[in-house]
């Protein structure tokens, strides 16, 4: 039977200086006031299909390498808006779970920010991110 993890004990790790190696840790700082990732790994599908076929067919093409990370706006943790902000992008590594800190996604990413504000709600924040070079997939 298949072990399972609570999404509790996510991590986001990332470098806003775009300097740092994925997995190395060399610039890789933890980013606080997060609270959910996704991460879409989906591959293209390219049609391919001939005159008199009887249905559609397709082959594979590249997978893609994009996501979301969603949290709180906290003053005093700069790094998702500096990796927003930086004309080079940074790198960032997702990991399901800190119990197996083995398994992670990670690499060179694009990241976009945007903030939400409601009388009745926390402030929240959501970072779109895409790879911006090959990803480190070891999931």
Not at 6 to 28: H, K
Request: proline fraction near 3%; glycine fraction near 12%.
């Amino acid at each position: 039977m298949a072990t399972k993890y609570a999404g509790r004990n996510g991590l986001v790790y990332a470098d806003p200086g775009a300097g740092g190696n994925a997995g190395t840790g060399s610039a890789m700082v933890l980013v606080g006031a997060l609270r959910a990732f996704t991460f879409d790994g989906s591959t293209d599908k390219i049609d391919v299909t001939e005159f008199g076929a009887l249905n559609k067919t397709a082959v594979l093409g590249f997978p893609a390498a994009r996501g979301t990370m969603e949290g709180f706006w906290a003053s005093d943790d700069s790094t998702m808006r500096q990796c927003a902000t930086n004309l080079n992008g940074c790198f960032i590594a997702v990991y399901p779970t800190q119990t197996q800190m083995t398994r992670y996604y990670a690499g060179p990413a694009w990241l976009d920010m945007s903030l939400r504000t409601a009388v009745d709600q926390a402030v929240t924040t959501t970072y779109n991110w895409e790879a911006r070079g090959s990803m480190i997939n070891v999931l």
